[in-house]
């Protein structure tokens, strides 16, 4: 008796051809797995772990760390040694009174810090030749002012130049914040960033925050307006540009705040950062 052998021939050639599949898609999620392993923060905020608060919402909000140097107008200035009254260099050319200026101080519970308050380190030169001229810790909320829009420090993040760190031997994270009578731009070691952009009554998830109402008790406290448009590129995006820079020509572009992730990225690589 003949045995028609076509069938198992066609069920072969399919098997050989999804097993092959397999290995090449295996592969590109092999190296999409490494890269994602290089960029855990991304990962993390990608699968929608809200590791860093934008609002502040008691939790650290948007602040540099004890140590930063300010701009002013008699020199660089450490954050925790300026006075209301200070001026301070703004990006707008101009030199302006600090209004008030908030902190806030957290410790490490056990070995561990909680990650909603432990600082983004943006690198030496990791912006570009010359800023930041020292590294610089800000909170993972905290807006750079970078080509003309804010930016979000945990936005940058990339796991090599910009990383989510506490600065060595440091045990106690202390966050300040500058409030001006309207939102600015500032600079904090040669980078552009934003002051307090006052609403709403934020300033009540600073410790001193009864020093605010003490000097001025009579304001109205109207909610600020950026100085500058906001960019945003966390969520999906971020998993994306790790797909991305996986396969680079099947990707589909993603505006102003990826190309300034990807930019900086690529810096960082470039670098040996």
């Not at 993603?254 to 470039?270: D, Q, V």
Request: hydrophobic letters at 40%.
């Amino acid at each position: 008796m003949s045995v028609d052998r076509k069938p198992d021939m066609r069920v072969n050639r399919a098997r050989r051809h999804f097993l092959g599949v397999s290995v090449a898609t295996g592969a590109r999620l092999a190296a999409i797995g490494s890269l994602a392993a290089t960029f855990l923060p991304s990962v993390a905020q990608a699968l929608g772990t809200k590791w860093w608060h934008k609002d502040g919402g008691g939790q650290g909000g948007m602040c540099f760390l004890a140590g930063t140097s300010i701009r002013t107008a008699a020199g660089e200035v450490r954050i925790e040694d300026l006075l209301i009254g200070d001026l301070v260099e703004t990006v707008d050319g101009k030199a302006k009174p600090i209004k008030w200026i908030g902190y806030h101080t957290f410790r490490r519970s056990g070995h561990h810090w909680s990650r909603s308050v432990m600082p983004v380190r943006i690198a030496r030169h990791a912006l570009d030749e010359k800023s930041p001229h020292r590294d610089l810790y800000v909170s993972p909320g905290h807006a750079l002012y970078i080509d003309g829009v804010l930016i979000q420090a945990a936005d940058l993040v990339n796991g090599t130049s910009i990383t989510q760190a506490v600065p060595e031997g440091v045990e106690t994270l202390d966050y300040f914040h500058i409030a001006f009578k309207a939102h600015e731009g500032m600079f904090a070691e040669g980078v552009a960033a934003e002051s307090l952009l006052l609403k709403g009554g934020n300033h009540e998830i600073f410790a001193n925050f009864a020093d605010y109402a003490r000097l001025y008790p009579d304001d109205p406290q109207p909610a600020m307006v950026p100085f500058a448009p906001t960019v945003s590129y966390g969520g999906r995006e971020h998993l994306k540009a790790l797909v991305r820079l996986a396969a680079p020509r099947f990707s589909p572009t993603y505006g102003h705040a990826r190309r300034l992730y990807e930019r900086i990225a690529e810096r960082a690589e470039h670098s040996g950062a």
